[in-house]
Structures are given as structure tokens and as C-alpha cells.
């Protein structure tokens, strides 16, 4: 990772790993519809009101600030994307799932439903859109998959099979179910086994990152 100059306009444009997953299937998978933008790497406690030059410097630092290359890991970059809210908002919509941290033994089943809060005026609200939920190892969970939403998108996505490869795999709906692996050979010498879960609201834009730990079960 490093910096951009920031004395000219750059555009670094890269594929992250999921992006490049993509590419190699050569499915017709890869097809990028929109975009977004965030300002992971504002810290905007430089604000400056007392600035003794006036109101132009107010920003200055936060202005003179260097701005991050692009980089393929899609779980670090962009977590704080830019969204829209109703004039007066006072709280940024956040995730709940109920875990900080997610612990299956082998076969066991988790069905998780999340709630936004501080979303369109009320403390708990779930998404119309549901939620995108992206496991960074599909090899760990014998079944992945979201429903509630039925949507083209949705119904291609909770479909997808991924077979053998330490590849991550996204799904989406309202509730999303996790069913850990009983296949003892991916431990190898190891009692457990730990991946990242990744839920975005599809409305919202919040987003929660959740370590996913499936233990093995000895005889």
C-alpha cells in the first residue's frame, strides 16, 4: 500500500481479489453496474473553525491529507462509503447481527437476521433491499446462502456454487443461513478454523465485519 500525490487529480483503478475471481470464471459474472464512492482515509477531527486565516483554511489540513492507492483486498478499503440521509440526520445507520464474533462447531447451523439502526428515523429498521453478505472462505460453511429477497440478483447469487477452492462467495437477502463444514480434512493438524463474514446494507450502506470460527469435533 501507498500514497497517491495529491497535487494532481489521479484515477488508480484496480481489480480487487473478488473482482479478479470474477474475471477467471469467464461466466459472464464479472460485470461492473455501479459505483461508489468513501472517504476511508479523512480524518475529519482536522477540521479546522479557528483557523487565523479564516473560513478558506477551515480545511486545509484535512485538504493537504494523502490519499491511498487503490489496493485489491476488498475487506480493508472502502468501509466507510458516502450515502445519503434526510436533512438533520444526527446518527450514521450502523449493523447489528447479535455476535461480535460467530463460533460453530462442524455441522452446526446459524441463521442471522440483521437490523439497521438509526435507519429513516427509527432505532431499528431492516432494509427493504436486504443485505449483501460476503464469507471470505466458502470452503468453511457447507451452506451459504441469503433469502427474502427475490430479486434476479439475489435468487443468481444464493445459487452460486463454489467447489474445492479458497475463494470468497457472496450472497444476499434479509436473513442469511451458515452451516459449518464437516469435512475434517480442511482442518489438518488444526482444532479450528477462521474466516471474515462482511454484511453491507443494500439501503443503508452500513456495513459489519464479524470473524467466522468453525471448531472441529473429535471422536
Same mark, same amino acid.
Given at each position: 500500500?501507498?500514497?497517491?500525490?495529491?497535487?494532481?487529480?489521479?484515477?488508480?483503478?484496480?481489480?480487487?481479489?473478488?473482482? %479478479?475471481?470474477?474475471?477467471?470464471?469467464?461466466?459472464?459474472?464479472?460485470?461492473?453496474?455501479?459505483?461508489?464512492?468513501s472517504d476511508d482515509e479523512i480524518d475529519y477531527t482536522l477540521y479546522n473553525p479557528t483557523h487565523?486565516?479564516?473560513?478558506?483554511?477551515?480545511?486545509?489540513?484535512?485538504?493537504?491529507?494523502?490519499?491511498?492507492?487503490?489496493?485489491?483486498?476488498?475487506?480493508q478499503i472502502m468501509k466507510y462509503k458516502l450515502l445519503t440521509l434526510p436533512r438533520g440526520t444526527a446518527k450514521l445507520?450502523?449493523?447489528?447481527?447479535?455476535?461480535?464474533?460467530?463460533?460453530? %462447531?462442524?455441522?452446526?447451523?446459524?441463521?442471522? @437476521?440483521?437490523?439497521?439502526?438509526?435507519?429513516?428515523?427509527?432505532?431499528?429498521?431492516?432494509?427493504?433491499?436486504?443485505?449483501?453478505?460476503?464469507?471470505?472462505?466458502?470452503?468453511?460453511?457447507?451452506?451459504?446462502?441469503?433469502?427474502?429477497?427475490?430479486?434476479?440478483?439475489?435468487?443468481?447469487?444464493?445459487?452460486?456454487? @463454489?467447489?474445492?477452492?479458497?475463494?470468497? %462467495?457472496?450472497?444476499?437477502? $434479509?436473513?442469511?443461513?451458515?452451516?459449518? $463444514?464437516?469435512?475434517?480434512?480442511?482442518?489438518?493438524?488444526?482444532?479450528?478454523?477462521? $474466516?471474515?463474514?462482511?454484511?453491507?446494507? %443494500?439501503?443503508?450502506?452500513?456495513?459489519?465485519?464479524?470473524?467466522?470460527?468453525? @471448531?472441529?469435533?473429535?471422536?
Open positions: 500500500m501507498g500514497y497517491l500525490n495529491n497535487t494532481s487529480v489521479t484515477v488508480d483503478a484496480i481489480l480487487t481479489k473478488k473482482g %479478479r475471481e470474477l474475471l477467471a470464471k469467464n461466466d459472464g459474472s464479472f460485470r461492473i453496474t455501479q459505483f461508489s464512492l487565523p486565516s479564516g473560513s478558506a483554511y477551515y480545511g486545509e489540513a484535512i485538504e493537504a491529507m494523502p490519499i491511498l492507492e487503490a489496493f485489491p483486498d476488498e475487506t445507520p450502523v449493523l447489528n447481527v447479535g455476535y461480535t464474533t460467530i463460533t460453530l %462447531r462442524q455441522g452446526a447451523t446459524l441463521a442471522i @437476521t440483521p437490523q439497521t439502526l438509526n435507519y429513516l428515523g427509527a432505532a431499528t429498521a431492516f432494509e427493504a433491499s436486504g443485505y449483501t453478505a460476503t464469507i471470505g472462505d466458502s470452503r468453511i460453511l457447507s451452506t451459504f446462502n441469503g433469502v427474502g429477497v427475490n430479486t434476479t440478483e439475489a435468487i443468481a447469487l444464493n445459487t452460486t456454487t @463454489t467447489i474445492g477452492t479458497n475463494v470468497s %462467495r457472496t450472497v444476499i437477502g $434479509t436473513t442469511i443461513n451458515l452451516t459449518a $463444514t464437516t469435512v475434517n480434512t480442511l482442518f489438518g493438524t488444526r482444532t479450528s478454523l477462521t $474466516t471474515i463474514l462482511t454484511i453491507t446494507g %443494500r439501503d443503508s450502506g452500513a456495513r459489519i465485519t464479524i470473524p467466522v470460527i468453525i @471448531t472441529k469435533v473429535t471422536s
